[in-house]
């Protein structure tokens, strides 16, 4: 039988390693260490410990993987709101999140240095920026006329 004290450090240990790459959410982690093969109950108290030591938030980790996929990657709300669903964030981090991030950047200047970035023509701006996760509202709040040929 295995010590369940040894089981946690282990836990611990590889849950550490895999947050010195990035932050992750709670949700993520429980399943990369549920894949390790580590006990239900030893993935609960490593999280919960993680959690007391503050190396895992959600709240904190929606609003910089937020900002990062709009400001870095160039990403619109949608695809982001989906992606942290997708990584298991619940919803009023999320929309927190976004909307905190949106009050912060200057979405016009974002979305003209994606559209340069991309070389992005006219006849392709609209579908190019709904595939990235910004919403018609957007584009046409924008007033973008063009795209990198302007």
Do not use: C, W
């Amino acid at each position: 039988m295995k010590n369940n004290s040894n089981d946690l450090q282990q836990a611990l240990n590889y849950a550490k390693r895999l947050l010195k790459f990035r932050a992750r959410s709670k949700k993520e982690l429980e399943e990369r260490l549920m894949q390790k093969g580590f006990l239900q109950q030893i993935v609960q108290s490593t999280v919960e410990e993680l959690e007391k030591s503050g190396l895992i938030n959600d709240e904190k980790f929606a609003y910089l993987f937020a900002y990062d996929m709009l400001t870095v990657q160039g990403y619109g709300p949608y695809r982001i709101k989906a992606k942290l669903k997708q990584l298991g964030v619940p919803e009023e981090f999320i929309d927190d999140a976004l909307d905190k991030v949106l009050r912060e950047v200057d979405l016009e200047s974002l979305v003209k240095r994606i559209v340069q970035l991309h070389k992005v023509d006219r006849g392709e701006l609209r579908e190019f920026l709904y595939r990235r996760g910004f919403s018609s509202e957007y584009t046409q709040a924008l007033d973008i006329e063009g795209g990198a040929d302007e």
